[in-house]
């Protein structure tokens, strides 16, 4: 769009749409922003990106400036057309204002001002207004300056005019209100991830975060830039950075089907895992939906055409199934949907029925084409399937090992699984515990009505690394699949759980405190996170936090998670008496502890520390996981030596 044809499309007052008021919003806010802990304190800033985000989809922005400001408040600028400041005919007031402070009013519902929007709970920058002490709109529009304050949601004056410029945009400063939020420190990575990941999937805009509270060595505040050429190309390329590129270069599919934007690029690898991620407007849909079932069924559609006319087919002695068309691919799915509907647990599952054929139709397509034009990586690719099909085969006889009843125990469960006592999963937990020893000892020291232990030998599977076979024929994966109670593996769909027999909603990692432990604990949590992520997104997965030291002067004695707390209690213990003698041990591993310690400090509900694991971004978490435990050793070296200066070396 020539800057013409910008000026002459018409975004005024008019196009504000009001739905509703803001009355319930400070009531109940995480009904609108998810929560009031760190990750609605970030959605804030979410909420404020989408709106210039839209801009730039609309086509009137493409540079957007997040900056993290030394009190924590948050300002967000970007160059697009800015909010109209004219009067609402309606409201009676600026449409600024009427933005502001009723929820659900913005031009994103006026389908003559953007034909797209982002933003999952859709509730704008009004939310944000009414969350926050202090809020400031400062607008470029027409050659003037326009500014309007606001606290807790309430304008403090009319839009006035302050000023005259050669710009347009938006520029919206706001603090968060500390009595709605328990924490309102911003963290820069967590927004610096999502930073990111906006820049690859709307490329050609730019994207600078600056953190004004940290000063690098030229005592210069931190700034990140953020700009993609290639969109979902350089996307996968980032999260398959530890993985072994089976075809030189990601495919891309990029077209408009049934008026619906479709973007897709994919990657395979040389691993046995798929990695599937989906985005509708922006948003990241954890739960799948119709585009991503339009992919599916259109990439299946079409590798599997393409092999049975290659005749590579021919000899194998059974089907093809879908999901062998996928292992070892790395996938980034963006639509974008005028009307989007979410659906399931956490409304991040599409559901619009339009959006699959639509996809199916531009896979179906545009991978004909690839595969046509590219026959040597065509033949790589339909090896890759087939090696799949054959490794699917062994990997359901060994499935059906894992869940054939062991008629030898009567019950069908690992021997060296204690269990406890009351069979409802939502009051039951379970320990996987490194080690015999500290199984033992933590059996003697939980309580068994509703504490169950399972003790892992030494370190298990590499699951990054292993084909689906191996996995389940591995002896521990076995026995975590069994006390679990949950089956594996349909027809359809070979990784999928089935968690009806559940025996526990909380599964707790309980490694040693080293680095062998954190090892230990890091292979436990690549294998639930590859083959049985669904239990991480329930929240049902857990790591304990076993004290570093026991700190003794005399009788007293105190437990001591970190060095700080260890420095700090000496530091008291010295002063509380004539005694100067204070001893410290170091726990090198949970064996250390005898039973009742092991309890009082790690197991009882009362005392403990249990950090829950969770999945805040998909993509990165993928990247992650395949860094640490694939097999590309450069990306873990860089990893290394980034975060060597965190990193503490056992002696």
């Given at each position: 769009m020539n800057e013409n044809e910008k000026s002459n499309s018409e975004y005024s007052a008019s196009n504000i749409?009001?739905?509703?008021?803001?009355?319930?919003?400070?009531?109940?806010?995480?009904?609108?922003?998810?929560?009031?802990?760190?990750?609605?304190?970030?959605?804030?800033?979410?909420?404020?990106?989408?709106?210039?985000?839209?801009?730039?989809?609309?086509?009137?922005?493409?540079?957007?400036?997040?900056?993290?400001?030394?009190?924590?408040?948050?300002?967000?600028?970007?160059?697009?057309?800015?909010?109209?400041?004219?009067?609402?005919?309606?409201?009676?007031?600026?449409?600024?204002?009427?933005?502001?402070?009723?929820?659900?009013?913005?031009?994103?519902?006026?389908?003559?001002s953007y034909k797209v929007s982002g933003g999952l709970h859709g509730v704008g920058v009004s939310c944000v207004n009414a969350l926050s002490t202090d809020l400031k709109a400062t607008i470029s529009r027409g050659g003037e300056v326009w500014e309007q304050e606001f606290k807790i949601g309430v304008p403090q004056y009319p839009v006035r005019k302050i000023g005259t410029t050669t710009e347009t945009g938006t520029e919206i400063w706001f603090k968060p209100d500390s009595t709605i939020f328990s924490e309102t420190e911003y963290n820069f990575d967590t927004l610096a991830n999502r930073l990111r990941e906006l820049a690859f999937l709307n490329k050609g805009i730019s994207l600078r975060l600056t953190d004004m509270r940290v000063l690098d060595d030229k005592e210069e505040p931190l700034s990140t830039k953020y700009y993609s050429d290639r969109g979902l190309a350089e996307f996968v390329e980032m999260i398959d950075a530890g993985r072994e590129r089976l075809i030189p270069e990601a495919i891309c599919i990029e077209g408009e089907k049934n008026g619906i934007p479709v973007e897709i690029a994919m990657q395979y690898n040389t691993s046995f895992s798929e990695n599937l991620h989906s985005y509708v407007n922006n948003i990241n849909t954890r739960e799948g939906g119709t585009h991503l079932a339009g992919f599916r069924s259109g990439l299946t559609r079409t590798l599997k055409k393409y092999a049975d006319e290659s005749g590579m087919l021919s000899k194998l002695k059974f089907d093809i199934a879908g999901d062998d068309f996928r292992e070892g691919m790395t996938a980034v799915i963006s639509v974008k949907v005028m009307e989007p509907q979410f659906e399931g647990q956490t409304k991040t599952k599409l559901g619009n029925p339009e959006v699959r054929g639509a996809v199916d139709q531009a896979v179906g397509e545009m991978l004909s084409n690839y595969l046509e034009e590219n026959p040597k990586e065509a033949r790589m690719i339909v090896e890759k399937v087939i090696l799949a099909a054959t490794a699917r085969h062994a990997a359901r006889k060994a499935r059906e090992m894992?869940?054939?009843?062991?008629?030898?125990?009567?019950?069908?469960?690992?021997?060296?699984?204690?269990?406890?006592?009351?069979?409802?999963?939502?009051?039951?937990?379970?320990?996987?515990?490194?080690?015999?020893?500290?199984?033992?000892t933590a059996k003697q020291g939980r309580d068994r009505k509703f504490q169950a232990i399972m003790p892992l030998r030494g370190k298990i599977l590499n699951v990054e690394k292993a084909m689906q076979h191996k996995i389940f024929e591995n002896e521990e994966i076995k026995n975590i699949y069994t006390a679990l109670g949950v089956q594996v593996g349909t027809e359809e769909d070979s990784k999928a759980l089935n968690m009806a027999k559940l025996r526990y909603h909380k599964v707790v990692i309980m490694c040693d405190a080293d680095i062998d432990g954190s090892h230990i604990a890091t292979l436990i949590l690549t294998f639930f996170f590859r083959y049985m992520k669904e239990l991480i997104e329930l929240g049902y997965i857990f790591i304990a936090a076993p004290p570093l030291y026991l700190v003794k002067r005399g009788t007293q004695q105190r437990y001591a998670w970190n060095d700080t707390e260890r420095d700090a209690i000496i530091a008291d213990l010295k002063g509380s008496g004539k005694e100067t003698g204070v001893g410290v041990q170091r726990y090198k591993g949970l064996g250390e502890m005898n039973a009742e310690q092991l309890w009082e400090t790690t197991m009882n509900p009362s005392n403990r520390t249990l950090r829950k694991v969770t999945i805040d971004n998909a993509a990165d978490a993928d990247y992650t996981f395949s860094m640490l435990m694939g097999d590309e050793v450069p990306p873990r070296r860089d990893f290394i030596e980034k975060n060597a200066k965190y990193a503490k070396i056992d002696v």
């Open positions: 749409t009001v739905l509703e008021g803001l009355d319930a919003v400070r009531k109940r806010p995480s009904m609108y922003i998810g929560d009031v802990g760190v990750r609605g304190l970030h959605h804030l800033v979410y909420e404020v990106v989408d709106n210039s985000i839209d801009e730039a989809l609309a086509g009137y922005a493409d540079d957007i400036y997040v900056t993290i400001n030394t009190d924590n408040s948050i300002t967000v600028k970007d160059n697009g057309r800015g909010i109209p400041v004219d009067l609402h005919e309606k409201e009676q007031r600026s449409a600024l204002e009427v933005v502001l402070t009723v929820l659900h009013a913005g031009g994103k519902f006026d389908k003559g894992v869940q054939r009843k062991n008629v030898m125990s009567g019950s069908g469960l690992p021997g060296k699984l204690a269990d406890c006592s009351d069979k409802d999963p939502v009051n039951c937990e379970i320990f996987l515990v490194e080690g015999d020893s500290a199984g033992g």
